[in-house]
């Protein structure tokens, strides 16, 4: 809406981060302050940011932004036929990389390493002093910020924006994060690697998509393939667990 008032893209696109912060800490003040459990927490954000985002949009459940008016970062039409650093591949590739970098940099500082202390361990983080609310609002208000800045490009690279275009979006979340895991989980590696398997899991999986449509899957099916690809990469860890785990050998009797 802020193109539409006459803003540029990258100017739209920060207020679209700030306001994907605001609703984290929305988010972040439900689960801490008032007790809410996180996913319940989220689940009534979501709900109240519906009739949120209807107002913003003016009544209408979609607003067009279409390249031929706007100054757009990225765009559906610029795949083909155009210099590579306008390719929308190109330009997200360089935003994923410096996301990953600011990431990267913002984790290992005092601040971050608290973030990831409580997401691993609660208790402990309690125990060493850490201020785990503080900690668990702010995860909430980068996440989604950057779920926001994600969601701005791609209202600008499909020309427009839809109130309805956010459904599903936690299930191909968690499939990135679950699909990195599994297949990039045994690689010894840094932080920055982590958060790269994360961008590597979401290729997979539509990729996984794409492939299955391409064998005559139909498309109305898609949503019933995307939790079936899910659940099966949830559950090979733990498959892998209980069937192909080698046995531990137990020596006790033979050496006492």
């Known amino acids: 809406m802020m193109m539409l008032s006459g803003h540029s893209a990258g100017f739209s696109l920060l207020a679209a981060v700030g306001a994907g912060m605001l609703a984290g800490l929305v988010t972040g003040i439900l689960h801490t302050a008032m007790g809410i459990p996180a996913i319940l927490a989220g689940i009534l954000t979501q709900l109240g940011l519906?009739?949120?985002?209807?107002?913003?949009?003016?009544?209408?459940?979609?607003?067009?932004?279409?390249?031929?008016?706007?100054?757009?970062?990225?765009?559906?039409?610029?795949?083909?036929?155009?210099?590579?650093?306008?390719?929308?591949?190109?330009?997200?590739?360089?935003?994923?990389?410096?996301?990953?970098?600011?990431?990267?940099?913002?984790?290992?500082?005092?601040?971050?390493?608290?973030?990831?202390?409580?997401?691993?361990?609660?208790n402990m983080s309690r125990a060493q002093g850490i201020n785990t609310d503080i900690s668990k609002i702010l995860g909430l208000v980068i996440s989604n910020g950057i779920v926001a800045f994600s969601s701005g490009l791609f209202a600008q690279y499909q020309g427009f924006a839809d109130i309805n275009a956010g459904r599903g979006a936690i299930v191909i979340g968690l499939a990135a994060v679950i699909i990195g895991q599994v297949v990039f989980g045994k690689i010894r590696g840094n932080f920055a690697f982590k958060l790269l398997s994360v961008v590597f899991g979401s290729i997979i999986y539509y990729l996984v998509l794409q492939v299955v449509l391409k064998m005559g899957l139909d498309s109305n099916d898609l949503k019933l393939l995307a939790a079936v690809v899910v659940a099966v990469f949830l559950a090979i860890p733990y498959l892998k667990g209980k069937y192909f785990a080698k046995p531990v050998k137990r020596g006790g009797a033979s050496n006492a």
Do not use: H
């Not at 009739?51 to 757009?72: C, F, P, W």
């Open 50 to 122: 519906y009739s949120v985002n209807l107002r913003i949009m003016g009544g209408r459940a979609n607003q067009s932004i279409g390249v031929d008016q706007y100054e757009l970062l990225v765009s559906l039409r610029w795949v083909k036929d155009v210099p590579f650093y306008q390719n929308p591949i190109f330009v997200v590739g360089i935003f994923v990389l410096l996301l990953i970098a600011v990431l990267y940099w913002f984790f290992g500082t005092e601040l971050g390493c608290s973030i990831r202390a409580t997401g691993c361990n609660a």
